[in-house]
Each structure stands twice: as structure tokens, then as C-alpha cells.
């Protein structure tokens, strides 16, 4: 999924930036039925901090309005930015989270993820 670490940075006010290259494929053809109407999906960065047990960051997200578009894959950069709240991030292990809620014509939203582990980002900033 992490193909490339652009840049990582520290922001004037002392938060941890990084820009990802990312490449994201999926198959939720599976998500569709006759009462789907479409699937909200998003990829989040998610890992630990001296404040938090989980921290959530969103990097990517998409609507899939159809069973002919549930099956892709995109290469792009984060498209929100990947900031940490302090200078947490340096060396930090991190998992990528590939959500998705199935938004149905009538009834109750359905959500569910694959975690994708084993992920760090460099020791310095570069």
C-alpha cells in the first residue's frame, strides 16, 4: 500500500507532517445487492501515542456508486493531510486501515475494515 515516504516534516508549530504515495486496490463487489445504493470507503493511518491507545488519521476516501466500480485501484498521494498533534510520528509504527460502509436503499449501515500492519516512517525528518 506505501509505496513512497514524499517527505516527512516538522511544521513550524512542532506537529509531524508526512506525504505518502499510496497504492489502494479492492474488491468489495461483494457489498453490492439489490438494496445497496453505494459504499463509503476511506484509508486511515492508525497508530499509538503517549496520549492516545489509537489514533485515527484519515488519508483517502471515496464513494463507490456501483458493483462495476467497487473493484480498483488508484495510485495517488495522501489526499488529507497525515499530521500528528506534537512530534510523535518519528520511528512510529503505523497500520493502514481500509474502511468501508455499505449504505443501503432501506435499512441498517453496514461497516466493516481490513487492517494492513507493518508500517514505520523514518527515524528523522526528511
Known amino acids: 500500500m506505501v509505496l513512497n515516504i514524499n517527505w516527512f516534516q516538522k ?3 512542532g506537529n509531524d507532517e508526512v ?12 457489498m453490492f445487492t439489490w438494496n445497496t445504493k453505494q459504499v463509503f470507503v476511506f484509508l486511515a493511518a492508525e497508530y499509538e501515542s503517549p496520549q492516545n491507545s489509537l489514533n ?6 471515496g464513494i463507490i456508486p456501483s458493483k462495476e466500480d467497487a473493484k480498483f485501484s488508484i495510485h495517488t498521494t495522501n489526499k488529507y493531510r497525515f499530521v500528528d498533534q506534537g512530534n510523535n510520528l518519528r520511528g512510529k509504527a ?6 468501508w460502509h455499505v449504505m443501503p436503499k432501506t435499512g441498517k449501515m453496514f461497516a466493516d475494515k481490513i487492517v494492513m500492519t507493518g508500517y514505520r516512517l523514518p527515524e528523522d525528518y526528511r
Open 19 to 30: 506525504s505518502l504515495t499510496l497504492n489502494i486496490s479492492a474488491d468489495l463487489q461483494s
Open 94 to 99: 503505523f497500520n493502514l486501515t481500509l474502511h
Open 11 to 13: 511544521q513550524p508549530n
Open 56 to 61: 485515527q488519521v484519515s488519508l483517502w476516501d
